[in-house]
């Protein structure tokens, strides 16, 4: 009884908090009710999770969590079923909370089929101690923001140890990417893996920032038959013998379009041809995680597919939009991996091309920026034809100037600007087409400041016709 | 001038690598030509050819990796550092040129004891931004970067401080005392990395470079507005 009035105090008070931060109009108000829902009743978040009739999916991983449980999201909407979402990348335990409550009744009944759910690498073994996951997605391990998770190795250790206490859940891993693949065993429930076979893209030598390189079971350096991009590709060990599975669900001929992706695919279920209305090899990887989740989730392959044809990106995930009559696209950058796939699609717009930068250094982006470094700006001196101005804002903004200088950037591009003079600069740049890039807190302010000046573009309807 | 970065691929961590870049474009941007060579485990290097040496940090794992090849190398690396030759190393590369590394466990494990120094590891760590004040050639320098180490690490009296903390831990998070030097071998804690947004620092082991050849040490002057409104940015923030 104690527990029933918690709970109703708890779901009542985080209404009023949702009011208010609606009221106030201060930030999404993502986190602060599950925040304070939590604070009065401890076990709400397992309580209400437990209501999903279908079960529970989880993503994880270092990239793509928000994009792939939003594409999972949109299968399971396309197939009738009703979901409980943390949409918004809140993937906190207070966000994902706040995403049930924002679904409870006062009385804490949630009427939902699924909840899909994006954690947090360091927050999975939180989450999982609390809400058991039926399945479990996980994208890929890059090296994120040390100062708050320390090395990859414990990442992918705390996400070993937790699956290990969830006997029976289903995993769906990317075959590429030798950490994922590793975690096979951990769980003991059934396993499905997604991957990309070998295209015109692939690369037999490896870019810069790769860390996964060495085998996760015996620590000898793993040889590749060629890569994707990181340490994603086909590898093997030398030492155990430690391979790339193979991938059950496999894109091939894969097509990468200056506004969609698209690939033959082949899985248990058939052949399809699948279709990712946003950029980036990366998102291929996303479209095909959320593939094989909806499949393991009993969707016909038509009906997701279909679904993911019709994918329209979260804030700053590859958003488009219009600024007269030039296109315009915002992207989140967060770690030297996602930053350099930002750059290869900025290269591959219609150029000259004008850029925004906005790097800041709150906890959410990580405090130490060091790994600015770590990103192959160096190609945007070979190819400095293709930008025409590169504006840097944001708390350390001068500190990524100077990284544009040191990657030998004619001094001429460089500029360092408050963040509303900068949007606006790169609007009115005489550029083709602008690029604005953002770390999670500056996604924010960048994405308030150019709405006000920008039509965004995400409909479907608006993509040509396949050419 | 001959850059001869120590194990790219395996110390990387916190993009050390943006030492080696700032060392060889500020030699580039005044007509100096540079060599950039990455060393790997086994590759042959001969130091004394070297003019300027960089040491990273990287993983546990990394670490003992390359601690065996570079144990090989030891004695020419120390006729090459006694000759005079530039080394920079960061974090776990400064602890790796010490006499030793405790656990927390009790196990030492031995450095190359090239510097009179030696590490412990603590139970917690230090992380943050750091300003460190330094003197070049008799004036004072701030410094800014980021500090991320468990080690914690004791100057013996053969080596001074490379500096006097200001804002942050430093070695120890104790005697306030940042990085070491002795002879022309400076280690620091500091990743950022530390030699981009600090020019002086970098002109400063160039002119060292040079004069170790007996080369005219006198550097063009370069225009560092970017450099120093960035490090401004930093010491604004942290000096209030």
């Known amino acids: 009884m104690v527990f029933r009035l918690r709970l109703i105090t708890a779901i009542f008070v985080a209404r009023a908090v ?21 604070r009065i009743c401890p076990g709400i978040l397992a309580h209400l999770a437990r209501q999903a009739r279908r079960g529970v999916v989880m993503v994880t991983g270092t990239n793509g969590k928000t994009t792939t449980n939003n594409m999972v999201a949109r299968i399971a909407g396309e ?67 040390l100062d708050r998770y320390g090395e990859l190795d414990t990442t992918v250790s705390l996400i070993r140890e937790a699956l290990e206490k969830l006997p029976g859940t289903g995993l769906v891993l990317n075959a590429d990417d030798p950490l994922v693949a590793s975690l096979a065993a951990a ?22 920032a790769r860390e996964g390189r060495f085998c996760p079971r015996c620590g000898q350096e793993l040889a590749y038959a060629y890569y994707q991009y990181s340490q994603l590709g086909n590898y093997r060990c030398p030492g155990c013998g430690f391979s790339r599975p193979p991938a059950g669900v496999e894109g091939t001929e894969v097509l990468p379009e200056e506004r969609r992706t698209t690939c033959r695919l082949r899985s248990p279920a058939g052949d399809y041809e699948l279709v990712i209305p946003v950029p980036g090899l990366y998102n291929l990887y ?21 679904a993911l044809a019709g994918y329209t990106p979260a804030t ?73 101005l590169l504006v840097c804002t944001g708390q350390r903004g001068a500190e990524m100037a100077v990284r544009l200088k040191y990657a030998g950037v004619p001094l001429e591009k ?4 408050e963040m509303s003079r900068a949007v606006e600069r790169v609007l009115n740049g005489p550029g083709k087409t602008a690029c604005l890039l953002a770390t999670y807190t500056a996604l924010w302010p960048v994405e308030r400041i150019l709405s006000g000046y920008a039509r965004r573009e995400n409909r479907v309807e608006s993509l040509p016709s396949v050419s | 001038m001959k850059v001869c970065h120590l194990y790219p691929e395996l110390l990387n961590l916190y993009g050390d690598r943006g030492n080696v870049m700032a060392f060889a474009r500020r030699c580039r941007w005044r007509g100096l030509g540079v060599e950039v060579l990455p060393v790997n485990p086994g590759d042959p290097v001969d130091f004394r050819e070297v003019d300027f040496l960089f040491l990273g940090g990287g993983s546990d794992r990394e670490q003992n990796l390359i601690a065996r090849d570079l144990e090989k190398r030891r004695d020419l690396l120390q006729a090459a550092v006694e000759d005079g030759l530039v080394v920079l190393a960061i974090c776990g590369g400064y602890q790796l040129l ?66 006097r903390v200001l804002v942050g831990c430093g070695n120890n998070g104790e005697d306030g005392t940042e990085g070491a030097r002795c002879r022309n071998v400076f280690c620091s804690y500091l990743h950022g990395p530390l030699l981009p947004k600090n020019p002086r620092l970098v002109d400063y082991l160039i002119s060292l470079a040079l004069a170790r050849r007996g080369l005219p040490a006198d550097l063009a002057p370069l225009d560092d507005s970017l450099e120093n409104a960035a490090a401004e940015v930093m010491l604004r923030r942290l000096l209030k």
Request: charged share 25%; aromatic share 8%.
């Open chain 1, 18 to 38: 949702m009011w208010l931060v609606r009221l106030l109009g201060r930030g999404r108000g993502s986190s602060l009710p599950g925040m304070v829902a939590l």
């Open chain 2, 98 to 163: 010490g006499r030793y590394y405790r656990t927390l466990e009790g196990r030492v494990i031995p450095g190359l004891g090239l510097l009179d120094l030696y590490t412990e590891a603590g139970r917690k760590r230090m992380i943050g931004n750091v300003v460190i004040e330094l003197e070049i050639e008799g004036e004072p320098v701030r410094v800014v970067g980021f500090e991320n180490h468990a080690g914690r690490t004791f100057l013996g009296p053969q080596v001074s401080p490379l500096g």
């Open chain 1, 187 to 208: 769980a003991g429930g059934e396993v499905l893996y997604y991957g990309l076979g070998e295209h015109r893209r692939v690369t037999s030598s490896s870019s810069a």
């Open chain 1, 79 to 145: 197939a009738g079923y009703r979901v409980v979402v943390n949409a918004e990348g809140a993937n906190m335990i207070t966000g994902i909370t706040t995403a049930f409550l924002r679904k409870a009744s006062l009385w804490g009944r949630v009427d939902c089929d699924y909840a899909l759910l994006e954690v947090d690498e360091a927050t999975f073994p939180r989450v999982t101690r609390q809400v058991r996951p039926d399945l479990v997605v996980v994208t890929n391990f890059f090296r994120d923001q």
């Open chain 1, 316 to 388: 700053g995930r590859m958003e488009r939009f219009r600024y007269r009559e030039k296109p315009v696209l915002l992207n989140l950058v967060k770690n030297p991996t996602g930053f350099n796939e930002g750059l290869g699609t900025l290269l591959s717009l219609p150029g000259p091309v004008d850029v925004l930068i906005a790097i800041n250094d709150n906890d959410a982006d990580g405090r130490d920026i060091s790994w600015l470094w770590d990103v192959d700006f160096e190609v945007l001196e070979e190819e400095h034809r293709h930008v025409n």
């Open chain 1, 414 to 417: 460089i500029v360092v600007e």
């Open chain 1, 286 to 306: 996303n479209g095909l995680a959320a593939f094989t989740a909806g499949l393991v989730l009993g969707v016909e392959p038509r009906v997701i597919t279909r």
